[in-house]
């Protein structure tokens, strides 16, 4: 028998609204030897990212959802720490969908499992700015998005890690970032820090007034993360010819019913020039996974691309961690540190 006990965290009952106590529960096990072709992984950072919340739910998208007693899904940064795979050796760091788990044994059927180099940035970033929320910020943005030099982008979620790269990438690009973000400590690090040309904080009122002031010239591309009130106030001031990379709506994920929300699709649809809008998912550009991957990180490394994380500490503290991720408790992205 492994010398190794896996504690992870399984999907027990599908939540019905917000989650509650027994929705997700903390268990372990042994680790089993491993078979010829294997490899064990020992997880040192799981991401916490909103996708998760519908994949509790028993409906119909992109992905299948997590199955009653599975390893609730995620993606990781991990070390090999035994291997009987002749492409992964001791010591190799990897991102991997291992899900909230310490350890996970993975073999050649899996695909989505690449190798990081630390190149002088922290490996957790690998979960967040130049991981697959920072790819997804970049593609949304610039290959459905199509933002030209001096046009308006406005970002939901700002100060996270798909807002976050999407506001620097749209100034990178000679364009006018504006973000939208919870709290007057969210908005002044997106200006100040982040170098957005405005911020504005929706929850303090009169949200259409503010983005009227701080999108003077109306907007061209609107980058939806949230949904609701916001998509709404947004919907009003969208230019003739814009564009709308839908990458979620948060603001839904907790509802007890969401086949019954007012999503972004709705409230951009009826309008009576509805912008260029779709649903988008970062794996649609899978094949430039590396190359999106280093550009990131080389932003990173050179100070280019700014970002802040919030760190819970050990597995028995991700499902809290989680609960207040979707409320936007977390500053930046919500990562769980797991081992050094």
Same mark, same amino acid.
């Given at each position: ?67 009653? !007693?599975?390893?609730? *899904? $995620? #993606?990781? &940064?991990?070390?090999?720490?035994? %291997? ?5 050796? @001791? /010591? ?52 459905? !998005?199509?933002?030209? *030099? $001096? #046009?308006? &982008?406005?970002?939901?979620?700002? %100060? ?5 790269? @999407? /506001? ?173």
């Amino acid at each position: 028998m492994s010398q190794y006990q896996n504690r992870s965290i399984i999907l027990s009952k599908r939540p019905q609204g917000e989650l509650q106590d027994g929705d997700l529960t903390l268990t372990s096990t042994p680790v089993r030897e491993l078979k010829d072709g294997e490899y064990l992984i020992q997880i040192l950072w799981l991401s916490l990212d909103p996708y998760m919340r519908p994949r509790m739910n028993d409906t119909e998208s992109y992905v299948d959802p997590v199955a009653i !007693g599975d390893v609730m *899904a $995620g #993606e990781s &940064v991990g070390r090999v720490i035994e %291997s009987k795979n002749e492409n992964f050796s @001791v /010591g190799d760091l990897v991102t991997s969908y291992s899900g909230w788990q310490e350890y996970y044994i993975a073999d050649d059927t899996e695909t989505m499992i690449y190798k990081i180099k630390p190149n002088g940035i922290p490996l957790q970033a690998y979960l967040g700015v130049a991981g697959m929320p920072g790819r997804t910020g970049y593609c949304g943005l610039t290959y459905v !998005g199509k933002p030209q *030099a $001096g #046009e308006t &982008v406005v970002v939901a979620a700002a %100060s996270g890690p798909v807002g976050t790269v @999407v /506001g620097q990438t749209a100034k990178q690009l000679g364009c006018r970032a504006v973000g939208i973000a919870g709290g007057p400590e969210k908005c002044r690090y997106v200006v100040e820090e982040l170098g957005f040309d405005a911020c504005v904080d929706y929850k303090e009122g009169d949200l259409l007034e503010k983005l009227k002031a701080a999108c003077p010239d109306g907007i061209d591309v609107y980058f939806e993360n949230v949904g609701g009130d916001v998509t709404k106030a947004v919907a009003q001031l969208l230019n003739k010819g814009s564009r709308a990379p839908i990458c979620g709506y948060v603001s839904a994920y907790n509802s007890e019913n969401i086949g019954q929300v007012e999503t972004p699709f709705h409230i951009l649809g009826a309008l009576p020039e509805p912008p260029e809008h779709r649903f988008f998912v970062v794996t649609e550009w899978q094949d430039q996974h590396q190359e999106l991957t280093e550009l990131l990180a080389e932003q990173v490394k050179s100070g280019k691309l700014k970002y802040r994380e919030s760190v819970a500490e050990g597995l028995d503290n991700a499902i809290e961690a989680f609960k207040g991720m979707l409320k936007g408790k977390n500053f930046g992205k919500q990562l769980v540190h797991i081992a050094d």
